[in-house]
């Protein structure tokens, strides 16, 4: 079964800072990787899918990168919105497997 | 508009057993593989099976931690999909959602508490 790795679990920003997040596959998943933000209480959102492509209606300043082995999700100017925990998803097979989430708090 | 709807949800003593189920709409169910990931109190997601459609086989499966305790099956005459727990414990406490993993459609969740 394929291990995502996410880092870091917990990480404290402020207002209008660039956030980054790395997940890291057990082995090869191409692009088959997602992430998604999740509000207390809420289902999870899609950001972006297969590694790079941002959602409809996410605002630009979220995007993914990687491929293999290698993701990361970059939040550039950090709004009151994105204070939330992030979660990566290989979809490359089953079974499924999520990262450990990053729960990003205003500094 | 998608719906994706849980039910069944509530407390039960450890070793008990409990079905939860999901109630689809909006989309062609029959062609969905559908998932259940759930989510322990303070914890992060964890997808724990999914159901084939009945065109690919309809075959089910369940991650390491459930296997032999829940099952997944599916009705698709109702757009139904179930999931059967068994031997349930403490460490079973979460929110289980239901899961279109390749449109992403979630449904609202419903909170298994497994406790004495």
């Known amino acids: 079964d394929i291990q995502m790795t996410q880092s870091p679990s917990f990480l404290s920003a402020s207002l209008g800072d660039r956030v980054t997040i790395t997940c890291r596959a057990s082995q090869d998943i191409g692009h088959d990787l997602r992430w998604y933000q999740q509000r207390p209480g809420q289902a999870p959102e899609r950001l972006i899918y297969f590694a790079s492509v941002l959602q409809s209606g996410v605002p630009s300043r979220f995007s993914g990168s990687g491929s293999g082995t290698e993701f990361t999700l970059t939040i550039s100017n950090m709004q009151p919105e994105d204070f939330a925990t992030y979660y990566c998803l290989q979809h490359n097979v089953y079974p499924r497997a999520f990262g450990q989430g990053t729960k990003v708090e205003i500094k | 508009e998608v719906q994706v709807v849980e039910s069944g949800g509530g407390l039960v003593k450890p070793g008990g057993s409990l079905r939860l189920s999901c109630a689809a709409s909006?989309?062609?169910?029959?062609?969905?593989?559908m998932s259940w990931v759930r989510q322990a109190p303070g914890k992060g997601l964890e997808w724990i099976g999914y159901?084939?459609?009945?065109?690919?086989?309809?075959?089910?499966d369940v991650a390491a931690p459930v296997k032999g305790r829940f099952t997944i099956s599916r009705d698709d005459s109702k757009n139904m999909v179930y999931l059967q727990m068994n031997s349930l414990k403490t460490e079973d406490t979460a929110v289980y959602y239901c899961?279109?993993?390749?449109?992403?459609?979630w449904g609202q969740g419903t909170l298994v508490t497994v406790a004495s």
């Open positions: 899961w279109y993993g390749h449109f992403d459609y």
């Open positions: 159901i084939k459609n009945k065109f690919e086989g309809g075959a089910a």
């Open positions: 909006g989309f062609i169910f029959s062609d969905a593989w």
